[in-house]
């Protein structure tokens, strides 16, 4: 249970908001870089924590994130013409380089100093990997680039999709916290999905059905250890890291390619869950993202907005036979829709009024807790964590360990993103 | 409601609209918590978290080896007796100290289908004996645990 005032800090992220000034200290995926794949290309509507912007890329190829609306009568720059260096408002000519600078307003006379003092409020908006980022915060204090593993890696060792969640952030990030819903609503898939099976510790996790849970504070956030019996006198880990404010990694299976979340607000009742598989050594095979474009393992199979073809207009799909038969503990087909089907159910701002929390709820219950002091704290002053390269080299892991060691010492270094260095996984 | 096209019952149910007629009631407090400290440390912590107004929360300290289970205000009372009625138990410890009482509480739970958690309350330090004291006895561990995680874990559980 959260009371109501918790509830709207931690799901409210627009301007000025205590949870939006968090937000805002830290590099965000925005667009694929997929979305602004050429030069003077098509310019790409962008909302993300309650802005709405507009995004191109130039004809020198350095992208813009800007103010969607034109300066002058505030038509949308979406119907822009993107040339010569910058994008041009079809209504009376106004053009705007990649920084949202005014660079010509065809009006004025042409020695008229008048262009120079207007500005878009623009966004630094950076490649890397397949991922184009932004920064929404003060330029004062922004952080290095962002250093996650799976944009460092060389090309062809990773894929990222991105796909609309129809709710707020903060339920779609708590399903990636909340481990104890795998047993459950996931249990179809260990078998079938052919980025899962065939690993040695999915017999260790159909073997253990009620696993223990080991919340660990760290200094970027937690890490979630969920563990189960293995070998005689040892532990099977499965560990789970969080970043503030809302990336998540899943332990690995064997040596498939490991995977992981970010979920972006898109206002106070959308977001993006972006979705990311890569391997630290190897490059992907046909197959593996054959599978990934088709919707397999944490993605989905999406239509040319990036909406999942199963969603709410169609029941997600919900196939009753399939659930019946146990193919699916849910009836919907698919990790990521799973999630999210069930997530946008609650409504696109879950009422924590009203929930019964239990004991194993701890993990969502801490994060919740280190959110929400996070943003308190930045009001005051203090910096948040995250945002650092430190905090973005981790890992997630499965390890069989000892039964009287402690996860975090088990594990040590496996944890650290270390270029070359393979996975640790069972 | 201006949709288009046949509205199906997921889109319909799913809007904030239709969220706004989720049934109201009082929840009963659905957990009927018990909390036990094992330590001079952690008895503090629990004392302060016993303070504060609970629903049904209990609160305990098995501190003192020679005793089994004490109130906060220091009456003796039996384990069996207490675990009436309850379904879950937080066991909360700083040293590691009473490791056989946290294992008769937590067999006791077991026994009796009450699931446990733990809070190992070790500021800035990710293992020690707290970790092991617990981890055999609790479904769910904290690690290393703030003062506040009692508090606000028994709130979120409506304890
Ligand atoms: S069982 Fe968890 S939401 Fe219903
Ligand atoms: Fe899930």
Not at chain 1, 221 to 229: D, E
Not at chain 1, 279 to 288: F, K, W
Request: hydrophobic residues 40%; glycine residues 8%; proline residues 6%.
């Amino acid at each position: 249970m959260l009371r109501t005032e918790i509830n709207e800090l931690l799901t409210q992220t627009g301007p000025g908001t205590p949870m939006g000034d968090l937000f805002r200290r830290y590099w965000q995926p925005v667009l694929l870089a997929e979305e602004l794949s050429a030069n003077d290309g098509p310019p790409v509507r962008v909302k993300v924590l309650s802005e709405r912007l507009i995004a191109f890329r130039d004809s020198e190829g350095r992208y813009g994130l800007m103010d969607e609306f034109c300066a002058h009568r505030g038509v949308s720059l979406w119907f822009g013409r993107n040339e010569e260096g910058g994008l041009r408002c079809p209504y009376h000519g106004w053009k705007y380089d990649y920084t949202g600078q005014a660079i010509e307003v065809p009006s004025e006379p042409e020695t008229s100093n008048f262009c120079a003092n207007v500005k878009l409020k623009s966004y630094p908006l950076v490649r890397r990997g397949d991922v184009l980022w932004a920064y929404l915060g003060d330029p004062a204090r922004q952080p290095p680039l962002p250093e996650w593993e799976f944009v460092t890696v060389p090309e062809g060792q990773a894929y990222t999709s991105k796909r609309l969640q129809e709710c707020n952030w903060l339920q779609a990030l708590e399903g990636g916290i909340d481990s104890s819903h795998v047993s459950f609503l996931h249990s179809g898939s260990l078998d079938s999905d052919p980025l899962f099976k065939g690993s040695r510790g999915n017999a260790y996790n159909k073997g253990d059905l009620k696993p223990f849970f080991e919340v660990v504070d760290y200094e970027g956030g937690l890490l979630i250890g969920a563990r189960r019996n293995a070998e005689e006198g040892h532990y099977y880990w499965r560990v789970t890291p969080w970043v503030l404010p809302n990336f998540t990694m899943v332990p690995p299976r064997g040596d498939h390619p490991v995977h992981g979340h970010f979920w972006v607000p898109i206002d106070d009742e959308n977001c993006w869950a972006w979705s990311f598989d890569y391997h630290p050594t190897r490059r992907l095979t046909e197959t593996e993202v054959a599978a990934m474009r088709a919707g397999m393992g944490v993605h989905s199979a999406n239509d040319e907005n990036y909406r999942p073809l199963a969603n709410r207009d169609n029941d997600y799909l919900m196939d009753r036979e399939a659930q019946r038969r146990g193919e699916t503990y849910s009836g919907i087909k698919g990790i990521a829709l799973q999630d999210s089907s069930l997530q946008e159910s609650m409504g696109p701002i879950v009422d924590r009024t009203k929930e019964r929390l239990v004991a194993t709820d701890a993990g969502i219950i801490k994060a919740r807790q280190k959110l929400r002091k996070a943003a308190l704290a930045l009001a005051e002053g203090v910096e948040p964590v995250g945002n650092r390269p430190q905090d973005q080299k981790v890992r997630s892991v499965a390890i069989v360990l000892p039964a009287d060691q402690s996860f975090v010492e088990g594990i040590g270094e496996a944890m650290i993103a270390k270029p070359g260095v393979p996975q640790t996984t069972v | 409601m201006t949709q288009s096209g046949p509205i199906s019952s997921c889109a319909r149910a799913a809007t904030a609209e239709e969220a706004a007629f989720r049934i109201d009631y009082p929840l009963a407090a659905a957990r009927n918590t018990r909390v036990v400290a094992l330590d001079v440390e952690a008895e503090e912590i629990v004392r302060r978290a016993s303070e504060m107004r609970w629903a049904q929360a209990r609160f305990y300290s098995a501190a003192d080896p020679g005793h089994s289970l004490l109130t906060m205000s220091g009456r003796t009372v039996p384990l069996a007796g207490e675990l009436e009625d309850s379904n879950t138990l937080v066991l909360v410890s700083t040293s590691g100290e009473n490791a056989e009482a946290a294992a008769t509480i937590g067999a006791a739970c077991k026994a009796r289908g009450i699931m446990t958690a733990g809070l190992a309350v070790t500021s800035g330090r990710l293992t020690g004996e707290a970790l092991f004291a617990l981890r055999p006895h609790t479904r769910i561990l904290l690690v290393p645990a703030e003062d506040d995680d009692l508090f606000e874990l028994l709130r979120a559980t409506r304890a």
